[in-house]
């Protein structure tokens, strides 16, 4: 059923004399024959356009969907009538539903519109060329004007459903995605083989692969979801990805991500680094280690999280990649904040001071003793004389108060929580 909006669109858009006789005659003529017309135009763009060779369900369907609207064309035509105050039709809607369903690009869709009308137009004007010469020419002038206004008009009906569907297909398989992903998470499956394989289609994923877990976050502003998955899938190819990463959406600002790997080498700080700087500033990337098995998917998970807690703890200049193997002990002492900036400062004693002079001392030598107590060595790394690192090394031990012992482990984790976390707030005299 066709349905029209009454013309509101004045005489002068209308037609007159001959050349309106002549594209009423035009329709009159061609719609007994519309079914003919609509089969040419169907078969035309299963030719032309590869996307829309689907089933035969979906053939049948691009039939009633171009049926319709040569339908609805020729009524307008016939009687004079806005194309503007049409909708759609009702198989051209389901059409474009079912082509998001299947994930066919829209841009395929579109182009079945412009394909369409030109086809149609050739047959309009075959039958116009059956009228004398000045009522032909003013007859096909006007049926340009009608059918591509028409097929703009509608052409923005049918993507706007497909993008409606498409966007609700996302969200429904999201969810039932990131619903697995709970499940696995949790150890409620996968229980036995068939489950796992039953899982692993739902995800399009395989947990026999070593996993690299990642957080993926905006936490400055909210972004789009598929910023964040670009930035999952740019990392995937960029640290050559055995395959494709799983993506899930978490919450307003970070998803979750597995990249299935070749084998469990650490991923390159440099290499994420420069995959982040090709995407928005703001955007940062926590990773785990990699794991195999469906364990490791839990475990890199896990440690990709805690990596992500160490980063938004960071108050100043926080990182934009942190890595689970820089700071796993860190993560494990954010667990409990309050515990570990107590047991900071009874380790480090004054040496936690807040004071930028005292942050001096604690990076010189925390990165000393990273180096393995090499001035040379950390006075490559911090830009300065080793004289100046010799004098900072002796003065750290002067503020806290005793020189390094037994207790070496404990300082260098307490001088790499202060790193990320900040000195205890209330530390020094």
Partial sequence: MVTI???RRGSDAG??????????????????????V??????????RIDELRGDPGLRDLLGAS????????LHVLRHDLDPRGVEPPAAAVAYARRLAQREVPVNALIRAYRVGQAHLMEWAFAEAA????????????????????????VTQQVVAAYEAERDRGRRSRHALRVARVRDVLAGRTPAGPDDRLAVESTLGYRF??????LVVSSPSAEAPFGALERVALDLGTALDAAGRPLVVPWDGDSAWAWLPCRDDTTPSRAVVEAVLARHAPGLRVAAGAPMAGVEGFRTTHDQARRAHDVALAVEVDPPRVTLFDEVGAVALLCADRDGAWAWTRRVLGPLADPDPAVARLRETLRTFLATGGSLAATARRLRVHRNTVKYRVARAHEVRGRPLGGDRLDVEL?????AWLGPPADAGP
């Fill in 5 to 7: 909006e009454p013309d």
């Fill in 15 to 36: 037609t007159d004399g001959a050349g309106g006789d002549a594209v009423a005659e035009v329709a009159a003529a061609l719609a007994p024959r519309r079914t003919e």
């Fill in 38 to 47: 609509s089969a040419s135009i169907s078969d035309v763009l299963a030719t």
């Fill in 66 to 73: 171009v049926e319709g609207n040569v339908e609805t064309i």
């Fill in 130 to 153: 059956r009228r004398p010469g000045a009522a032909a020419a003013a007859a096909s002038q006007r049926i340009v004007l009608v059918v591509m206004e028409y097929v703009d008009h």
């Fill in 208 to 213: 026999s692969a070593v996993h690299l877990g």
């Fill in 414 to 418: 307490a001088l790499m929580a202060c």
